[in-house]
């Protein structure tokens, strides 16, 4: 069974970990930078992210990154040549409706398109790098999504909270199945996988109701520990995605204790079925694209994967907003 023990020497790879100021994201980057890692650590607070640099130590470093941001996203340097692994780690889950300021609902657009378009603007970086791989953080949420491509910003639907959050969650399985199948027919060495934490004592909880504050609370530890894991084992699957190199395209590895809500060593996990629909996976990269305006170059050409398919036009802000004020 892997351990954290099986993480091999990292020396000499640059990794990048949006969201890694706290919770599973600083776990992550803690564990890569002590086996020699140069790790990343794109945050949006700076002052944040600085602080988690500092309690790392040698090889961290920081750089802004904002993913309700295109701009941003866009203006985002890296500050290397290189990039072994991108971990789409950073992510929002059930807050109050709210978008971006590119007039995406909050939870798709930070969780999915600002990852979609981050990993877009460094492909080319990641294709030059021999062995590099992208790592998406879903959530077993995943199985409860259904991805809405005519009103992805909940601008004629009510807009409920988990819902949003479990569509974007299937979003970003979508994704590292769709890029897996891109990076293939490509020819490129770069791998695509997927990892769930279980259910975790993070900062991602901030907005769950009372009751669930509740049992994620650190006094309640006691009590809900078969329930609940902390921080480092839930960063786990994302470690054993990041390094296993045993580890295949399209991978997704969770915990292995019941229900898959914790455990200590990571394993191969299920996905709902649709993640598995191609033709939903080649409808929303057409849609991300669109929205975000960035493309992959891939491929010679995209028609091979989803040119046929329509796509929806975004809503107008004024359209989310009024049907969700």
């Not at 998406?136 to 004629?156: E, P, Y």
């Not at 060495?189 to 609370?217: I, Q």
């Not at 992959?296 to 004020?325: K, M």
């Amino acid at each position: 069974m892997w351990t954290i023990d099986d993480i091999g020497d990292q020396t000499g790879r640059v990794a990048l970990i949006t969201g890694a100021n706290t919770g599973i994201g600083y776990r992550t980057a803690l564990a890569l930078a002590r086996r020699g890692a140069r790790v990343v650590l794109a945050c949006r607070d700076e002052g944040r992210g600085r602080a988690a640099a500092a309690r790392i130590g040698a090889g961290a470093e920081v750089r802004r990154l904002d993913l309700t941001s295109l701009a941003s996203i866009r203006a985002f340097e890296l500050g290397h040549d290189r990039l072994d692994l991108l971990v789409n780690n950073a992510g929002v889950m059930i807050p109050p409706y709210g978008l971006t300021g590119d007039g995406f609902e909050t939870q798709i657009g930070v969780n999915h398109l600002g990852h979609f378009a981050l990993t877009g603007l460094l492909l080319d970086r990641l294709l030059a790098t021999p062995g590099s791989r992208v790592v998406t953080v879903s959530s077993n949420a995943h199985k409860r999504g259904v991805i809405d491509l005519d009103d992805l910003h909940f601008a004629r639907r009510r807009y409920v909270p988990m819902t949003g959050y479990a569509q974007s969650k299937l979003a970003n399985l979508l994704f590292t199945h769709a890029l897996q199948r891109r990076l293939e027919a490509a020819g490129a060495g770069t791998l695509s996988v997927a990892a769930h934490p279980g259910a975790a004592r993070t900062e991602l909880m901030r907005h769950s109701p009372a009751h669930f504050r509740l049992v994620v609370s650190r006094r309640t530890r006691w009590l809900f520990s078969w329930l609940i894991q902390d921080e480092e084992p839930a960063a786990y699957p994302t470690l054993r995605a990041a390094t296993d190199p045993g580890a295949t395209g399209a991978a997704y590895y969770g915990p292995d204790g019941w229900g898959e809500f914790t455990g200590r060593h990571p394993v191969l996990v299920g996905t709902a079925p649709a993640v598995a629909d191609t033709a939903l996976q080649d409808r929303l990269w057409a849609h991300s694209q669109r929205l975000t305006g960035v493309s992959y170059a891939l491929v010679a050409s995209e028609s091979r994967f989803a040119e046929h398919l329509a796509v929806p036009a975004a809503p107008t802000d004024e359209q989310c907003l009024g049907r969700n004020a």
